[in-house]
């Protein structure tokens, strides 16, 4: 299984972007899903996590009421609506996926390579 993010990009403080993570491969079925991201001198954080069926979502404090974040399972990808954006914001966004391999029934759980987003002031 591989997931492959776009999206990423330049954008002043009070924009949005739209991240985009898509899976690809054979034969899986993918529980939760994720978006991280990592500042520079920081360490990985949660930004916002979903299950399977979207009917649960949760988001870290700092991004609430501003970041939304949904799945297409028709479409294997994952999407996080940024808006409001603000300098802290800045970071490598990277989205992760956990789930089972229907043939082995093995579990996983993989990350996409990153895009980085960058807010300015």
């Known amino acids: 299984v591989q997931l492959v993010e776009s999206g990423g990009g330049l954008v002043q403080a009070g924009g949005s972007l739209r991240l985009s993570c898509a899976a690809s491969?054979?034969?899986?079925?993918?529980?939760?899903m994720g978006w991280y991201r990592q500042a520079p001198g920081k360490q990985r954080e949660l930004v916002a996590a979903?299950?399977?069926?979207?009917?649960?979502?949760n988001y870290a404090d700092s991004v609430k009421g501003r970041f939304t974040i949904s799945r297409d399972n028709a479409k294997n990808t994952m999407y996080l609506q940024m808006n409001s954006l603000k300098p802290e914001d800045t970071a490598v966004y990277y989205c992760?996926?956990?789930?089972?391999?229907?043939?082995?029934?093995?579990?996983?759980?993989?990350w996409g390579q990153g895009t980085l987003v960058t807010v300015s002031s």
């Open positions: 992760n996926a956990v789930g089972i391999m229907v043939l082995t029934t093995r579990l996983f759980e993989v």
């Open positions: 491969g054979s034969a899986f079925n993918i529980n939760t």
């Open positions: 979903i299950t399977s069926g979207g009917g649960s979502t």
